[in-house]
């Protein structure tokens, strides 16, 4: 049984025969149930990093269970050139959910942003300009890379697709600045996650859509993280008010299946023929009818009033260890997406909690990552913010330089307190 490998036999065989494209932790997870995870020795954890966004259900939960089970019996493939019913009616949730026009299904982020691109040029030719934001993160294929904000991600893969502009977030006066009449599109993740959880104010969406329409520019919205309740909206645009002329969603939208998608607007509409884009695998039927089910489970279970709440609660307790530790320079976030900024290395304290229980993810060096599954009880939020703050006090390694948190640096940069 695969299931009774041993760490160390696992841990060798793919030393033997995996590329090397991971720096994986030495923690082997055999099983999970709701929001707790068990590793091959029986040890049990808080899931608080959700398969980095992907299980909002949580382990083993019985609507997809059931789901899966019950399409086993069907088709598990069927070719994107004929029929089946799923990915009409998926598409037609997230269609009508999100008040766009259209859907494109795919396999992953990376592809919806990829297709976001060419759907992008397509709709305006001859423009090849794009506009993204530093520290942002849309993928590692080479359109995607382009656009990723973060030199590091880059830099090995150079050459890469010409026109991209990066700006800071948060920052208007750069985006005005930035976005000409040979823009192509704007792309912006509502609320950054590999950036360290950054969100983009009201006002800052709100520019950008009045920028892209005087410029002609299409604004795509990047919710793959973000999206599908995360914030406490089903979208995360939907608490500007601002809406953007494309989506890309992905990591639950499959149940934890490969599944991504891009929903268009009016701006691209009757632009995208036949041959111009195309997936074998993507709009599988076993993967869309997950989605339905996620979707199911969100709406009547009512997990986005639960993720609100929550999401307010845990807020302000991370505000009041804040006050408590000198080490957390920063917390920011909404919903079930909250970043610890800290005056030292993440991977480190990180490690540390998940020797006491707690899977945590980072973002940059020293940002601890929560994305945690909606259906996260209560207690699991307490006990790891008396985890946590017993982990800073044990900690005793070197403060990184003391430097404004990310969101208030950005703030200051766009306010000229401080130049860039």
Request: with cysteine.
């Amino acid at each position: 049984m695969l299931h009774d490998e041993s760490p160390d036999a696992v841990e060798a065989r793919e030393r033997n025969f995996i590329l090397g494209t991971y720096a994986r932790t030495s923690f082997h997870p055999r099983s999970g149930k709701g929001a707790r995870l068990t590793d091959a020795d029986g040890n049990e954890y808080w899931d608080l990093l959700g398969g980095i966004a992907v299980n909002v259900l949580g382990h083993q939960h019985p609507r997809l269970v059931k789901t899966l089970r019950g399409e086993s019996k069907s088709l598990f493939h069927v070719s994107n050139l004929f029929y089946h019913p799923a990915q009409g009616i998926l598409g037609e949730r997230l269609v009508r959910a999100s008040g766009l026009l259209r859907a494109f299904f795919c396999n992953s982020g990376t592809e919806a942003n990829e297709a976001a691109l060419k759907f992008a040029r397509l709709a305006n030719p001859g423009r090849s300009g794009l506009v993204a934001l530093e520290e942002s993160f849309h993928g590692r294929t080479f359109g995607a890379l382009s656009l990723t904000g973060h030199a590091a991600y880059r830099t090995p893969f150079e050459p890469l697709v010409p026109g991209v502009t990066f700006v800071a977030p948060n920052d208007i006066a750069a985006l005005e600045a930035a976005v000409t009449d040979k823009t192509n599109a704007i792309v912006l993740e509502p609320v950054m996650g590999e950036g360290g959880i950054i969100p983009l104010t009201h006002e800052y969406l709100a520019a950008a859509r009045r920028i892209a329409d005087r410029t002609g520019s299409i604004l795509i919205f990047d919710e793959i993280q973000c999206g599908l309740g995360r914030t406490g909206t089903l979208f995360a645009f939907q608490q500007s008010g601002v809406v953007p002329d494309i989506i890309t969603l992905a990591k639950p939208l499959g149940g934890g299946l490969p599944l991504g998608a891009v929903l268009t607007g009016e701006a691209i509409e009757g632009v995208v023929k036949p041959g111009h884009h195309g997936t074998t695998f993507g709009g599988n039927p076993i993967a869309c009818r997950l989605g339905c089910a996620v979707l199911d489970e969100i709406e009547q279970s009512a997990l986005l009033a639960r993720v609100n709440e929550i999401g307010e609660w845990f807020g302000g307790e991370l505000q009041k260890l804040r006050t408590r530790m000198p080490s957390i320079v920063e917390v920011r976030g909404r919903g079930m997406m909250w970043g610890i900024e800290l005056d030292r290395p993440a991977k480190e304290i990180a490690t540390a909690l998940m020797a006491k229980g707690f899977v945590v993810g980072t973002a940059r060096d020293n940002v601890i990552r929560l994305l945690p599954p909606y259906i996260t009880p209560k207690k699991a939020f307490v006990d790891f913010v008396a985890v946590l703050e017993e982990v800073l006090v044990e900690d005793s390694g070197p403060p990184l330089s003391r430097q404004p948190g990310a969101a208030v640096l950005h703030t200051q940069i766009a306010q000229g307190a401080i130049s860039k």
